[in-house]
T-cell receptor, first 110, second 114 residues
Framework: GQSLEQPSEVTAVEGAIVQINCTYQ??????LSWYQQHDGGAPTFLSY????GLEETGRFSSFLSRSDSYGYLLLQELQMKDSASYFC???????????FGTGTKLQVIP | NAGVTQTPKFQVLKTGQSMTLQCAQD?????MYWYRQDPGMGLRLIYY???????DKGEVPNGYNVSRLNKREFSLRLESAAPSQTSVYFC?????????????FGDGTRLSIL
């Protein structure tokens, strides 16, 4: 089966940088995704890594190391609106099948 | 652009009742998914449909059935609802023919079973 581990909660200061880690165990790995979900809302896609290295999209970056079964999401210049839950997810067992982690609740404080 | 539309948004059922959650997407996506989300449990895959005409079990399929009615629609049925099925249910879709395609989620159905 598949399993993903990420911290349950992280607190960071507005304007700072925060890193949310994700380790995974899976077979047939195709890629690692990140999603954001505000309270009461639907998850929205942030980024995808199929190959090792860093992908940058504005203030958000995502990193993958396939040899370490590890990835992280980096949020820079934190804003209050970044307070949300962040989920890593793996495509495995057939690339259409996606398994999500339990999520990291990020609280941004002034 | 509607994206992924789920109905109903809220529902209260009694134990043993049945109901069908509806999902439709207008993005011409091939793959569709049903997840449930419980506090502290993240999103768990119930069933998915990689393409029209196919359905496969996810992590937690027991107590549920699905129908991929056509390319646009993917329904989830609870035949005999149980309190353990109280959850928020999300439908999602993705293009499905290439690896790095994001999933697009509906707004969810909040289901309570008494």
């Amino acid at each position: 089966g598949q399993s993903l581990e990420q911290p349950s909660e992280v607190t960071a200061v507005e304007g700072a940088i925060v890193q949310i880690n994700c380790t995974y165990q899976t077979s047939g790995f195709y890629g690692l995704s990140w999603y954001q979900q505000h309270d009461g809302g639907a998850p929205t896609f942030l980024s995808y890594n199929a190959l090792d290295g860093l992908e940058e999209t504005g203030r958000f970056s995502s990193f993958l190391s396939r040899s370490d079964s590890y990835g992280y999401l980096l949020l820079q210049e934190l804003q209050m609106k970044d307070s949300a839950s962040y989920f890593c997810a793996v495509n495995s067992g057939g690339y259409q099948k996606v398994t999500f982690g339990t999520g990291t609740k990020l609280q941004v404080i002034p | 652009n509607a994206g992924v539309t789920q109905t109903p948004k809220f529902q209260v059922l009694k134990t043993g009742q049945s109901m069908t959650l509806q999902c439709a997407q207008d993005m011409n996506h091939n793959s569709m998914y049903w997840y449930r989300q419980d506090p502290g449990m993240g999103l768990r895959l119930i069933y998915y449909s990689a393409s029209e005409g196919t359905t496969d079990k996810g992590e937690v399929p027991n107590g549920y059935n699905v129908s991929r009615l056509n390319k646009r629609e993917f329904s989830l049925r609870l035949e005999s609802a149980a309190p353990s099925q109280t959850s928020v249910y999300f439908c999602a879709s993705s293009e499905g023919r290439r690896i790095n395609q994001p999933q697009h989620f509906g707004d969810g159905t909040r289901l309570s079973i008494l």
